[in-house]
Nanobody
Framework: QVQLVESGGGLVQPGDSLRLSCAASGTIFRIISMGWYRQVPGKQRELVED???????NYADSVKGRFTISTDNAKNTVYLQMSNLKPEDTAVYYC??????????????WGQGTQVTVSS
């Protein structure tokens, strides 16, 4: 059993910065990748940015140059530093992690979501 606990969401103004955190705990043999998705009502959940254990990252074009993902492997934690936030970044942000719980079994795990609202 794996748990992902997110923190750091909130209400900010356009141009502000915000940092999200997500800590994984439980039965963790090896983390394959960790990342962030977001979803607004009526739309599909979309990838924001993720990073695999080798350091390779994927990100949405809409956040290029503004959002930066980082990980603390010792703490099984992923961060999303968001800068120059725009109203269109408003969404519920979900942490995702692909984790091996033993040498042969892995699962996709999701956090509970944290609301980010960008509004003046």
């Amino acid at each position: 059993q794996v748990q992902l606990v997110e923190s750091g969401g909130g209400l900010v103004q356009p141009g502000d910065s915000l940092r999200l955190s997500c800590a994984a705990s439980g039965t963790i043999f090896r983390i394959i990748s960790m990342g962030w998705y977001r979803q607004v009502p009526g739309k599909q959940r979309e990838l924001v940015e993720d990073r695999n254990s080798g350091g390779a990252t994927n990100y949405a074009d809409s956040v290029k140059g503004r959002f930066t993902i980082s990980t603390d492997n010792a703490k099984n934690t992923v961060y999303l530093q968001m800068s120059n936030l725009k109203p269109e970044d408003t969404a519920v942000y979900y942490c995702n992690a692909y984790i091996y719980t033993d040498s042969s079994h892995w699962d996709s795990n999701w956090g509970q979501g944290t609301q980010v609202t960008v509004s003046s």
